[in-house]
């Protein structure tokens, strides 16, 4: 399978396709036309010693010493190896894929100036798998990712670190381009700043905690179908009355999503025609879970415009060159902060819900934490302390990074997005909620078994999924190491 940059925007799904499944690159007649015409700009520039920012100059602060002619391809190579400066674990090779694709689309759209030959590496960069080490730490998401995409082109250069298949570690970088057959990039003018000055890095990590989110709101739904089964639930809360008269787009698209999981459930018809309403966390699933399918919605119309934009500076448009801030992160902060603050409102009605399942103080009918003899039994007892902690840690990091700006640059950059924190952060919650929902999932299909026999079925959608789990998690009978079934459902999810 191969995605073709062209004229047409890539979505989040073929972004996905290559930064994840490794989806082959090519480049469209009209991108290489786009990009050999705003190269032609640049050296026209360079051959009349014009004073253009980033091109003949200096950067950021240094904006006004003008660099010599001779000196202004070493400009571009001190750039990036000054500039590579950054703490913590390397970047997972998705991350860094979705870094190469997106300065590459970048590249694509004609403003950036750079030869052709150095968009066909990017593309051997992807379709080779060449994996530049990128620490996880060292941006502010303003001015762009200067150190992270920095660490990215110097690997490019051989300069630095890159992951080899072999040993499975990161070594010499030029090493691995040899073993590749791949050829480093020898910058040339304005190509260092046009590799280093964009928001590829925090796309990178917002997208795939977007992808993430995503997928987390539909199992929970998912899973919310089973719980309610399980408690015996009544269905009325969905009827499509109550929501056509509060139109809003995600909780009619949940409720219509909940009915359709629950519908013709034998358990509904014996044990919850005539009961009159449930707790907050059942009754209200799509006035809650409806607001976040909302603002993920929002968040991917972001998302996608970033990816097609150009974002570094300056900007060529045919015989100009602009300066402006499409590099600032400010878009990703803020977006990456609304996911973190939406993964967060669905652990908290997820651990709830599990709450209601272990308590039979609240649920009336199931026995005490899901498990026979309970006493001599602990059951499912800290199956909800564990949600809980998860839970606790993602209030944590759902506070907004992006409002906590420190000036960079000898004032320069005086206002900064944060959008790097924002945005690994949002990942961490991402992987948190899954934790929660298989923890509710683990203890919705033991409480399911208390109610289910050879007469008495759920709906198929609910059918199915228990089914699933109980391929691998059998029914606990009595107390046990059960952390290994939990990473089974994880792994499910």
Not at 2 to 25: C, E, G, M, P, R
Not at 413 to 439: C, H, P, Q
Request: aromatic share 8%; charged share 20%; with cysteine.
């Amino acid at each position: 399978m191969s995605v073709i940059l062209n004229n047409t925007k890539l979505s989040l799904q073929d972004y996905i396709n290559v930064a994840l499944n490794h989806f082959v690159v090519e480049l469209s007649d009209e991108c290489i036309n786009k990009i050999n015409n705003a190269r032609k700009t640049v050296e026209k520039i360079v051959d009349n010693d014009k004073v253009v920012y980033g091109i003949t100059t200096g950067f950021g602060s240094l904006r006004n010493k003008f660099i010599a002619k001779d000196d202004v391809v070493t400009l571009q190579k001190n750039l990036i190896r000054s500039h590579a400066i950054g703490s913590g674990e390397a970047s997972p090779e998705y991350i860094v894929r979705g870094m190469l694709l997106h300065r590459l689309r970048c590249i694509c759209n004609g403003n950036s100036g750079v030869r052709l030959d150095v968009a066909k590496i990017l593309v051997d960069a992807l379709n080779k798998n060449f994996i530049p080490f990128v620490p996880e730490r060292g941006t502010v998401g303003a001015s762009g990712d200067l150190a992270p995409l920095s660490f990215m082109v110097l690997s490019l250069m051989g300069e630095g670190l890159a992951y080899d298949n072999e040993t499975k570690t990161f070594i010499d970088s030029l090493r691995v381009l040899k073993k590749l057959e791949m050829k480093p990039i020898v910058l040339q003018e304005k190509e260092g700043l046009a590799l280093n000055n964009g928001t590829q890095f925090i796309t990178a990590w917002t997208s795939f905690s977007l992808y993430h989110a995503l997928i987390n709101l539909n199992n929970a739904n998912k899973i919310a179908g089973v719980t309610i089964e399980a408690l015996r639930g009544t269905h009325k809360q969905f009827d499509e009355r109550i929501h056509d008269c509060r139109p809003h787009m995600g909780q009619v698209s949940i409720a219509m999503q909940m009915r359709e999981i629950l519908k013709d459930s034998k358990i509904n018809e014996l044990y919850a025609k005539d009961k009159v309403q449930d707790a907050y966390s059942l009754r209200c699933i799509p006035q809650i879970h409806g607001p976040i399918y909302d603002k993920l919605i929002f968040c991917m119309e972001i998302i996608e415009t970033e990816i097609n934009s150009s974002n570094d500076n300056p900007l060529i448009f045919d015989e100009d060159v602009v300066s402006g801030g499409n590099f600032h992160g400010m878009y990703l902060g803020m977006i990456a902060d609304d996911i973190a603050y939406c993964m967060t409102v669905l652990a908290n009605i997820s651990e709830r819900r599990l709450e209601r399942l272990v308590n039979s103080d609240l649920n009336g009918f199931l026995p005490t934490f899901l498990v026979k003899d309970a006493g001599l039994n602990s059951g499912f007892m800290i199956v909800q302390y564990a949600a809980a902690a998860d839970v606790a840690e993602c209030r944590q990091l759902s506070n907004p990074a992006s409002v906590h700006t420190i000036p960079t640059c000898q004032g320069t950059e005086d206002i900064v997005s944060m959008a790097g924190w924002a945005s690994r952060k949002a990942f961490v919650t991402t992987t948190l909620v899954k934790n929660v929902l298989a923890y509710e999932l683990f203890a919705a299909c033991q409480a399911l078994d208390y109610t289910l026999t050879s007469d008495i079925k759920s709906s198929d959608k609910v059918m199915k999924l228990y089914n699933m789990v109980r391929e691998k998690v059998p029914f606990i009978e009595k107390d046990m190491f059960m952390n290994d079934y939990i990473e089974d459902i994880r792994n499910l999810l």
